[in-house]
């Protein structure tokens, strides 16, 4: 079992950083690829960015590429969205996830292939 709490969201104008951090417990966080989604009002949940087990492969949407950037640091159990360059269509609630499967060299976009999910956090962007 893993569980993960997100926290580091808020009201940020665009242009503007935030830095998003996710919490894990359980002793499987260090084996599991990991990764970042988002869901605005009204629409989809939609993948934002993930990593594999060590840190040595990431993969990120067309939509953030070359502004946020995904990392971990299994020591402390923790994963990390750093988020510049924001707009405000970037405002979402950000979930993170733990992959069902362990190790592996790759990362996944697909949200299926996640069975632990945190509660969320509110990112706002304005304009």
């Known amino acids: 079992q893993v569980q993960l709490v997100e926290s580091g969201g808020g009201l940020v104008q665009a242009g503007g950083s935030l830095r998003l951090s996710c919490a894990a417990s359980?002793?499987?966080?260090?084996?599991?690829?990991m990764g970042w989604f988002r869901q605005a009002p009204g629409k989809e949940r939609e993948f934002v960015a993930a990593?594999?087990?060590?840190?040595?492969?990431?993969g990120y949407a067309d939509s953030v590429e070359g502004r946020f950037t995904i990392s971990r640091d299994n020591a402390k159990n923790t994963l990390y969205l750093q988020m510049n360059s924001l707009k405000p269509e970037d405002t979402a609630i950000y979930y993170c996830?733990?992959?069902?499967?362990?190790?592996?060299?790759?990362?996944?976009?697909?949200?299926?292939?996640?069975?632990?999910w945190g509660q969320g956090t509110q990112v706002t962007v304005s304009s």
């Open positions: 996830a733990a992959a069902k499967t362990m190790y592996g060299r790759t990362w996944y976009s697909q949200a299926s292939m996640y069975d632990y």
């Open positions: 359980g002793r499987t966080f260090s084996a599991r690829p």
């Open positions: 990593i594999n087990w060590s840190g040595s492969s990431t």
